[in-house]
């Protein structure tokens, strides 16, 4: 089955204290991206992907790190987290082919983050 | 810059009343426009997409979505929403051209349904 797989789904944390989600997808897409939802905002792009070694960042980069060492994998780095990054993320991953910008989203089932 | 405005926050409808979901987007380019829907709990997931064509497009469980360029809109409707439709729904572009390859969603919208 074609999905994008995050995890963990819940995470509680203290300040400071440096945490890694995963992100993995299984569809060979190039794109990938990750994204916090936060109540009355939508979605914020954080960073994203074109491809293997080549990231760039979003709307609301600061205090985040990703990586991008395999296709599949896309893991969103917090190394110090701080409370007013508790929120709800999400990974997700688009096909290139055909133009990128024809390609819908495929969503992970999210990370819901609470840093204290 | 570019960004999408979804028009209302919250909607409470009855089972079987018409919806109409508001999405305006500021944007000159070539744009291919979407709708995501987020069951509660859930992942996002796309109801619907524009690309090119009939500006009325028709995406899974009734409903549709029409593209009017002059007003840089699209609207999402379905004639007689169900308790199952529920959710939160998402109005997003991507923008072709803007070098940062990225999508642009609207806030969102809460319909709840009452049975």
Sequence with gaps: EAQVTQNPRYLITVTGKKLTVTCSQNMNHEYMSWYRQDP???????????????????????????????????????????????????????????????????????????VT | AQSVSQHNHHVILSEAASLELGCNYSYGGTVNLFWYVQ?????????????????????IKGFEAEFIKSKFSFNLRKPSVQWSDTAEYFCAVNAAGTGGFKTIFGAGTRLFVKA
């Design chain 2, 39 to 59: 069951y509660p709990g859930q992942h996002l997931q796309l109801l619907l997409k524009y690309f090119s064509g009939d500006p009325l497009v028709k995406g």
């Design chain 1, 40 to 114: 009355g905002l939508g979605l914020r792009q954080i960073y994203y992907s074109m491809n293997v070694e080549v990231t760039d960042k979003g709307d609301v980069p600061e205090g985040y790190k990703v990586s991008r060492k395999e296709k599949r994998n896309f893991p969103l780095i917090l190394e110090s987290p701080s409370p007013n990054q508790t929120s709800l993320y999400f990974c997700a991953s688009r096909a290139s082919e055909g133009g990128w910008y024809n390609s819908p989203l495929h969503f992970g089932n999210g990370t819901r983050l609470t």
